[in-house]
């Protein structure tokens, strides 16, 4: 399926967060969330949050919500402007430039339980990509750029806990359209597995 189609679509998709129409990109890490947020987002011209800009470090893999719910989803909400700033990993902190995304007509939130259940009745979408384990965790290693053993036992913690919350949360079952983040289909394209059948994404 073409991105383009996708946004064309969305745009005729009702808001439900205030006036923006929030699309959520979740899945597991390593799936392909970013890429193909970011080559929605185009088609959309839609600002993406992304949920590890959010994260304060490894132990704030699910507790995170809260301070997204109060720098971002409420300014949006209330047709506002959110203003955040991102976590630097190599800092330990939140540091840098405020991050601030206005109330556009399309926002996408894309990261480790950005779909989860208690946000689901305000999102015009959410979209769960999958990808085998192995190739996951190829590409975490190689997008991080740390092979050490220390990094490697986070990551395998990360990785249960993310079974975990899926499993609980019925993130996958709940989504409307589950994509193939294995599949090299081009920057236009992208390869749906499922549809909820409710016509997004048919």
């Known amino acids: ?24 990109v979740d899945g597991p890490s390593g799936a392909g969330k970013t890429t193909f947020a970011l080559r929605l987002a185009k088609q959309l011209d839609a600002p993406v949050v992304h949920t590890d800009d959010l994260l304060d470090g490894w132990n704030d893999q699910f507790t995170f919500w809260r301070r997204l719910e109060r720098q971002v989803l409420g300014p949006l909400r209330r047709g506002e402007t959110a203003t955040y700033q991102r976590y630097q990993w190599h800092l330990g902190a939140f540091a840098g430039p405020p991050v601030r995304v206005g109330p556009a007509p399309a926002v996408l939130l894309e990261g480790v339980s950005a779909a989860r259940r208690e946000i689901r009745p305000e999102l015009s979408l959410s979209v769960f990509v999958v990808a085998p384990p192995d190739l996951r965790w190829r590409r975490a290693v190689a997008r991080d750029g740390d092979d050490s053993v220390a990094f490697r036992a986070y990551l395998e913690r990360w990785r249960a806990a993310e079974d975990r919350h899926f499993a609980q949360d019925e993130t996958a079952a709940a989504a409307d359209l589950i994509v193939d983040g294995e599949a090299t289909t081009g920057d236009d394209r992208f390869a749906l597995l499922r549809d909820r059948g409710d016509g997004v994404g048919s």
């Open 1 to 24: 399926m073409r991105y383009a189609d996708l946004a064309e679509q969305i745009r005729h998709i009702a808001p439900k967060l205030g006036g923006t129409r929030l699309i959520a």
